[in-house]
Each structure stands twice: as C-alpha cells, then as structure tokens.
C-alpha cells in the first residue's frame, strides 16, 4: 500500500479546517471563545494521548522549548479567530485566516528557512484570489472581529515556520503534535475556559466541540 500523498493530506487539513468555520459559528452563541478553544484542545489531548505515551521517553529540552513557544502561537491562532466568529461571517473569517499564505514566504528568510521564489510570491497571491472568490469574503466596512482574525492568520503563518524549524530535527512528528496541543492549554485557560454544564447539552456546542477537537485538532 502507497502511503498517501502529503498534498493530498494537506488538501485533507484544508477541507476539514473549513468545515469547522460554521460549526464554531453556530456554537459561539452559547459558549465563550475562550471556554471553547479550551475545551478543543482537552479534547484534543485526551485523544491524541493513547499515541504518544510510548514516544514520551524521546522528550528534549529543545522539543518542549518549540512546543511552548507553538502553543502560545496556537492560542493566537485559534483565540484570535474563535473571538473574531463572534462578529465576523464564517466565509470571511476563513478567507482572512487564508491570507497566511502570503504571510508564510515574507517571513522565511528571517527564520533562515530560504528565500521566497517569484512563483512562491506569485501562487500566494493566486490562490488568495481564489480564495476571495470561493468564499464569496465582503472586506467592505472592516470591524474589529477582522482585526482579531488578521492576529490570527499572523500566528498561523508563525506557527507554520516553527513547525518546519522544528520538523527538521529528529522527533517523531505524533510527540510534537501533542505537545504543541497539549500546551497550548494553559495559555487559554488565562482566559477564563470555564462554561456552565448545561452548556455542554447543546448540539450546537458539543457538535462543534467534537468534531473540531478530533478531527480539527487531534
């Protein structure tokens, strides 16, 4: 059996990160975005823990150094955008989120991780515009929500940077998802992740909870 294609698993990511922008939408009437982005990454940890519990003997320094500083940016990234759904449509939402694309190359060089080429620049540029297309996004009359999702397309391209610094190194790729997951928690908790329990008897709320804590995150 072939393993599968890393584009492929990427278009994969691609499509069930989109799904979770209206699953958020629907759940954030209920619930904080704080007490939601912190539940997804419980969630997340709980899951992804039965996979790394016999890798947790090849910990470094350095590794849980990166994962730190990832889950500080995980925060960002999903606090920022959590907070921005609140006010901002989820199609325009996803497409400033997008706008990491062209974030990642201008950012490379300053993290020696080569310098972008005029095709880079140029298929950023090509697929935000596809991006803006697909999405149907209005940037007409910028609020504050678009001001948090730009914060968050910014720790997003960061964050991508770090992945690749790190993925350089020796470490099985399972540890270094869970770390940056795992410590993304207390970051958030800061801002206050506790929600009633009657919160969590919500469709809305435990749908959303769930299929971005497993398949979103995990």
Same mark, same amino acid.
């Given at each position: ?6 584009? &492929? ?38 899951? &992804? ?8 003997? @090849? ?21 920022? @955008? ?40 140029? &298929?950023?540029?090509?697929? &935000? ?90």
């Amino acid at each position: 059996m072939k393993p599968i294609p890393a584009s &492929l698993l990427l278009v994969l990511a691609a499509i069930i990160w989109g799904v979770t922008f209206p699953l958020i939408s629907s759940a954030l009437p209920h619930i904080s975005p704080a007490a939601f982005v912190f539940w997804r990454f419980v969630l997340a940890s709980i899951v &992804l823990l039965p996979f790394v519990l016999k890798t947790l003997k @090849q910990t470094r320094p350095w590794m849980l150094g990166g994962c730190l500083l990832l889950g500080l940016l995980n925060t960002g990234v999903f606090l920022f @955008q959590t907070i921005g759904l609140k006010t901002v449509p989820a199609a325009q939402t996803a497409f400033i989120t997008g706008t990491n694309v062209l974030i990642v190359p201008f950012l490379m060089p300053l993290f020696k991780l080569g310098r972008p080429h005029i095709k880079d620049i140029f &298929l950023a540029i090509l697929c &935000l515009i596809g991006l803006y297309i697909l999405t149907g996004a209005n940037l007409a009359g910028l609020q504050i929500g678009d001001i948090w999702v730009l914060a968050c397309a910014m720790c997003f391209a960061l964050s991508l940077i770090v992945v690749q610094a790190l993925s350089r190194r020796n470490v099985p790729y399972p540890l270094l998802t869970f770390y940056q997951i795992a410590f993304t928690l207390p970051f958030v908790a800061i801002g206050g992740p506790l929600a009633a329990p009657h919160v969590f008897l919500i469709s809305d709320v435990w749908i959303a909870l769930l299929f971005c804590a497993i398949f979103g995150t995990a």
